[in-house]
């Protein structure tokens, strides 16, 4: 069964940071490549972070890239998103799941047909 629960938002001012995970069911979490996603009201779905199986090789998106570092325990299916110095652009649903190698570089969508979890929402007040 697909299994993908994202947690840890919530509400935090501009300059602050949250730490989201994501526990990911194994046979999920054997795909080759993770990530985060995000989804601002009225915009589409974007691939912010990714992260291969082994955890050796991460790409970001612009918008994030040095303020948000994406990791991954194996051993507890889990993985995590931590935002630090927070914007108010930041704010969004987010959530985890497969993700295309060169989904943050060439701005691709997600593959189709993919299941999603309820995903964590982050606030940021400025």
């Known amino acids: 069964q697909v299994q993908l629960v994202e947690s840890g938002g919530g509400l935090v001012q501009a300059g602050g940071s949250l730490r989201l995970s994501c526990v990911a069911s194994r046979s999920i979490f054997r795909i080759n490549v993770m990530g985060w996603y995000r989804q601002a009201p009225g915009k589409q779905r974007e691939l912010v972070a990714t992260?291969?199986?082994?955890?050796?090789?991460?790409n970001y998106a612009d918008s994030v890239k040095g303020r948000f570092t994406i990791s991954r325990d194996n051993a507890k299916n889990t993985f995590y998103l931590q935002m630090n110095s927070l914007k108010p652009e930041d704010t969004a649903v987010y959530y985890c799941?497969?993700?295309?190698?060169?989904?943050?570089?060439?701005?691709?969508?997600?593959?189709?047909?993919?299941?999603w979890g309820q995903g964590t929402q982050v606030t940021v007040s400025s």
């Open positions: 799941n497969i993700a295309y190698p060169d989904g943050v570089v060439a701005k691709r969508p997600p593959p189709e047909g993919l299941y």
């Open positions: 992260i291969t199986t082994s955890g050796g090789s991460t």
